[in-house]
């Protein structure tokens, strides 16, 4: 299995542009997670979902991030329009849900960087 | 508000060093997960605690379980440089959403030779 993989690796924009990031989770998987990660306040969940529907979305800094999982092997992260304060590290990962482990796997992240 | 809290947050080591990372949690929990991140890279499951008292082991690291003190650690045995990296701990309160994790802020751990 390739694992959850996101794209693109790294992103580099300019404040006021638009940014879509992509997450395919692991195949079979029913759970989707989206996290940030920056110095300042470490490891922080954006939004999940459950079988492509969003179940928790209060994690989500403003109405200016949205996300979308428009079928059970991709998602999106959109950030519209983007400030510098949004640079960060962005994860995404994947469950199965209902084993004994409950266990994510994460993807590689996509590194966003708004100038 | 629930509250995940490691100690402590920065460990430089010496090798062949031990030594314990805490992780103390506010909510009632029987699943704790350990993640381990190297610099620039994503995070890498290492253990899944399920109950009180579990215990797992994967080479110089071991990592426990004591639900009723909300407590968790993660013991390091003759440190390497390679265990380098820094160390999440992550909570699934109970009876809230499945994989609603809540991470800790992680420990930074250097081990020099």
């Known amino acids: 299995d390739a694992g959850v993989i996101q794209s693109p690796r790294h992103e580099v924009t300019e404040m006021g542009q638009e940014v879509t990031l992509r997450c395919k989770p692991i195949s079979g998987h029913d759970y989707l997670f989206w996290y940030r990660q920056t110095m300042m306040r470490g490891l922080e969940l954006l939004i999940y979902?459950?079988?492509?529907?969003?179940?928790?979305d209060s994690g989500m800094p403003e109405d200016r991030f949205s996300a979308k999982m428009p079928n059970a092997s991709f998602s999106t992260l959109k950030i519209q329009p983007s400030e510098p304060r949004d640079s960060a590290v962005y994860f995404c990962a994947s469950m199965l849900a209902g084993g004994v482990h409950n266990e994510q796997f994460f993807g590689p992240g996509t590194r966003l960087t708004v100038l | 508000e629930l509250k995940v809290e490691q100690n402590p947050l920065f460990l430089s080591m010496q090798e062949g060093k031990n030594y314990t990372i805490y992780c103390n949690y506010s909510?009632?929990?029987?699943?704790l997960y350990w993640y381990r991140q190297d610099p620039g890279k994503s995070l890498e499951s290492l253990f899944v605690?399920?109950?009180?008292?579990a215990v797992k082991q994967e080479g110089r690291l071991m990592a426990s379980l004591d639900t009723k003190a909300r407590l968790s650690t993660l013991h390091i045995t003759a440190a390497v440089h390679d265990l380098s990296a820094t160390y999440f701990c992550?909570?699934?309160?109970?009876?809230?959403?499945?994989?609603?994790?809540?991470f800790g802020k992680g420990t930074k751990l250097s081990v020099k030779p």
């Open positions: 979902f459950n079988n492509n529907v969003p179940i928790d």
């Open positions: 605690l399920l109950s009180n008292g």
């Open positions: 992550a909570v699934e309160p109970y009876g809230g959403s499945q994989g609603n994790l809540i």
């Open positions: 909510t009632t929990s029987d699943r």
